[in-house]
């Protein structure tokens, strides 16, 4: 009994081990991803790539994330992951004025889902999207650095 608890403790360290980090993130390289791209344009930094990122998680539940990337006015690449979180649907990205927006939906199982747009604006000052809302800014803070270029 004893030599079987030992085992079952061995094998699960093992187990921590190997886990990744984080290990909520979405992976880019994933063989099941659902990978979309474009380029949108009329925001403050010129033209914007972006590409989603969407793997199933269970019932109608995706593992999504929306990266952005675009050239700074001193030449250099820079890239910023909006959101890397669980959602229902396909993430939609739109340009509003001198905004981004995000459009998500969240379903609870077996009821309605709720579309949340999320807002984001461009920071002269930091040189990146910033959440123009809470919930944007809650979604920024939660994701995940960017993954590898396409």
Known sequence: ???????????????AIAAPARADCFDWADAGAILEQGVLHGLPPGPVHWRTGRLPFGGVHMLSAVELRWTAAD??????????????????LSVA????????????????????????????????????????REALADACAPGPGP
């Open 97 to 136: 004025g001198n905004r981004l927006r995000l459009r998500i939906a969240y379903c609870a199982t077996g009821g309605p889902c709720r579309n949340v747009t999320l807002p984001y604006a461009w920071n002269r000052a930091t040189g990146h999207f910033a959440g123009a809302t809470p919930a944007a």
């Open 1 to 15: 009994m004893a030599e079987r608890a030992r085992l079952g403790a061995a094998l699960l360290a093992a187990l």
């Open 75 to 92: 030449g250099t690449e820079r890239r910023q992951t909006l959101f890397d979180e669980i959602q229902d649907g396909r993430p939609r």
